[in-house]
């Protein structure tokens, strides 16, 4: 009875499913996936020598090691894609407030010679127009 429940026991730990739900989230189980899934089986990988532990054991910990690592990856590609967003967020709101100053103020601007003369309208209107061509471009709201 003990070497028949020793030998069940050995067959069980060789299966990994993996599946993906509907949200995009991988997923990996020694248990079949519900059966509105389609499951991948993972056949078990061989030991290195030397390696005491069973081979079920080593390929699901190396599925759970690539798995740990792809979820890293993708938070940290996250927080990048945060940092970028918050920049462009922050230039954006720049370009804005540059619209603003555009529209309340005479501008003072100073030549290669260093002279200060005034922006004319004309001046006034291209830089304010490339400036909203910018925020058009690249700050979409």
């Not at 979820?71 to 970028?84: N, V």
Request: proline share 4%; aromatic share 10%.
């Amino acid at each position: 009875m003990v070497l028949l429940i020793i030998f069940y026991s050995s067959l069980s730990f060789g299966q990994v499913y993996k599946w993906v739900d509907e949200k995009g989230k991988i997923h990996f189980s020694d248990k079949s996936p519900p059966a509105s899934y389609q499951s991948i089986e993972m056949e078990a990988q061989e030991p290195a020598s030397g390696v005491s532990s069973p081979p079920s054991t080593l390929s699901t910990q190396g599925l759970l090691r690539g798995y740990n690592q792809r979820r890293q990856e993708k938070k940290q590609q996250r927080t990048e894609e945060k940092k970028r967003k918050a920049a462009i967020k922050k230039r954006c709101a720049s370009l804005q407030q540059k619209i603003k100053y555009y529209d309340g103020y005479r501008h003072l601007r100073t030549d290669s010679n260093g002279e200060a003369y005034y922006l004319s309208d004309i001046e006034i209107t291209q830089e304010k127009q490339r400036t909203e061509a910018i925020i058009r471009k690249h700050c979409r709201q």
